[in-house]
T-cell receptor, first 110, second 115 residues
Framework: DVKVTQSSRYLVKRTGEKVFLECVQD?????MFWYRQDPGLGLRLIYFSYDVKMKEKGDIPEGYSVSREKKERFSLILESASTNQTSMYLC?????????FGSGTRLTVV | GNSVTQMEGPVTLSEEAFLTINCTYT??????LFWYVQYPGEGLQLLLKATKADDKGSNKGFEATYRKETTSFHLEKGSVQVSDSAVYFC??????????????FGQGTRLTINP
């Protein structure tokens, strides 16, 4: 089974901190995605990557950046965390047969 | 742009009741359609999918039919169980380039089944 592993289940950070959310997949997938999940809004795409060092903005990229130096790892970076970035963050990877999601990181910015 | 609209929750049913969760979409072209389920504390799991009009996806007693004429993909189950309690997301795939296909999600519907 494909595994998508997010390094932290819960994080608490202070306003203004630089935050790194890590995601690793073990099946050599080219496509990886970062979504945020908020009640009543579903999942919204922040950034995605379809190859190493390639990245594209999703629907809500403001305040975020990403890094993909190796195929298996896709990092989401909050340059200066704000309280409105308190959310559940989900990473996913994709192969021809479909998407696999990680268990999520619940980030609280105080 | 493309979008997905689901019926608002939460939905609360008794065990063995019939379930329908409505989903409609707006899209250019012919997207694939999906239902994902999220159990408490977990990520999303694919429940079923359909890739073209009139296709029926099914899994674990759940079914949904891709209706192009009504742009709908309603989720149904004949007899729900307590273990079906979860959040359900309808989604479509978009993107012209095979490798850059993205999922667009509805807002999610929380389902609670009481014994």
């Amino acid at each position: 089974d494909v595994k998508v592993t997010q390094s932290s289940r819960y994080l608490v950070k202070r306003t203004g901190e630089k935050v790194f959310l890590e995601c690793v997949q073990d099946m050599d997938h080219e496509n990886m995605f970062w979504y945020r999940q908020d009640p009543g809004l579903g999942l919204r795409l922040i950034y995605f990557s379809y190859d190493v060092k390639m990245k594209e903005k999703g629907d809500i990229p403001e305040g975020y950046s990403v890094s993909r130096e190796k195929k298996e790892r896709f990092s989401l970076i909050l340059e200066s965390a704000s309280t409105n970035q308190t959310s559940m963050y989900l990473c996913a990877s994709r192969a021809n047969y479909g998407y696999t999601f990680g268990s999520g990181t619940r980030l609280t910015v105080v | 742009g493309n979008s997905v609209t689901q019926m608002e929750g939460p939905v609360t049913l008794s065990e063995e009741a019939f379930l329908t969760i409505n989903c409609t979409y707006t899209a250019t072209g012919y997207p694939s359609l999906f239902w994902y389920v999220q159990y408490p504390g977990e990520g999303l799991q694919l429940l079923l999918k359909a890739t073209k009009a009139d296709d029926k996806g099914s899994n674990k007693g759940f079914e949904a039919t891709y209706r192009k004429e009504t742009t709908s993909f309603h989720l149904e189950k004949g007899s729900v169980q307590v273990s079906d309690s979860a959040v359900y997301f309808c989604a479509l795939s978009e993107g012209r380039i095979q490798g850059a296909q993205k999922l667009v999600f509805g807002q999610g519907t929380r389902l609670t089944i009481n014994p």
